[in-house]
């Protein structure tokens, strides 16, 4: 590839270690620039009464009380973060929302999804599938393509790798500050496309200057 994207050199346990930090100051300090990305993403996704739905890198919890929201009663949410401090806040966030029966949540990392083949209706993935490092993209994709039931959909809110300023400076601080900075711009719909989805449709946003993209893809019926 002519423009790579860059690799992720700090370890799972500083990403472990770094939110579990960040996880009571989340909100605070990047919570409300995420937010209108996160919620469009939800639109996207358009989870329906009943539906299994699975996010991965769910940090503070909104989406899963959303989704939780959305699939009712007969549905059920999963929540896998590797940080246990992000657990416990979206733990709260859901008792407080009174969805604790609609959701269970795991502390793990998504390169070793805990769950069985064709088990979800849909999946979900905010500003987390730029966090694993460029060999471990298509692994991680990989076990989602297995995870999710045929025809199943997936959205993925990713910041995504184009010639752009803004895109330069952001790659600056990723590689000089690679623990606190961790997330970097990757090319999302080719890596979707690679993995064997369907892409279904796609928007792209700006994030102060930083091209954002809300993909809806699916797995193919076998
Ligand atoms: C940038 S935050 C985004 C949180 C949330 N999706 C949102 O949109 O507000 C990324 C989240 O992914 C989690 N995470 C990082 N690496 C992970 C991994 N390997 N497996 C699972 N979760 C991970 C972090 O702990 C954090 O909660």
Not at 121 to 135: C, G, I, Q, R, V
Not at 156 to 176: G, L
Request: with cysteine; glycine share 8%.
């Amino acid at each position: 590839m002519d423009n790579p994207i860059r690799a992720v050199t700090r370890t799972k346990k500083e990403a472990k270690a770094n939110y579990d930090r960040l996880s009571g100051w989340y909100d605070w300090l990047v919570g409300a620039s995420e937010k209108k990305y996160r919620n469009l993403g939800l639109q996207a996704l358009a989870a329906r009464e009943g539906e299994q739905i699975l996010e991965i890198g769910c940090g503070t919890g909104h989406a899963i009380v959303s989704l939780a929201q959305a699939v009712g009663p007969d549905g059920h949410v999963y929540g896998l973060d590797i940080s246990a401090g992000m657990a416990a806040v979206t733990q709260e966030r859901v008792q407080e929302a009174g969805l604790a029966e609609r959701v269970s949540l795991q502390v793990g990392d998504g390169a070793q999804l805990p769950f069985s083949h064709g088990r979800f209706d849909a999946l979900f993935m905010s500003f987390t599938l730029e966090l694993f490092d460029t060999p471990e993209i298509p692994l991680v994709l990989e076990q989602i393509h297995a995870a999710l039931r045929p025809n199943g959909r997936i959205v993925v809110v990713s910041m995504v790798k184009e010639p752009k300023t803004a895109v330069r400076v952001y790659e600056w601080f990723h590689d000089r500050l690679p623990v606190l900075v961790d997330c970097r711009p990757i090319y999302a719909h080719t890596e979707l496309e690679k993995a064997g989805f369907t892409i279904q449709s796609q928007s792209r946003l700006s994030m102060w200057g930083l091209p954002v993209a809300i993909i809806v893809a699916r797995r193919d019926e076998v």
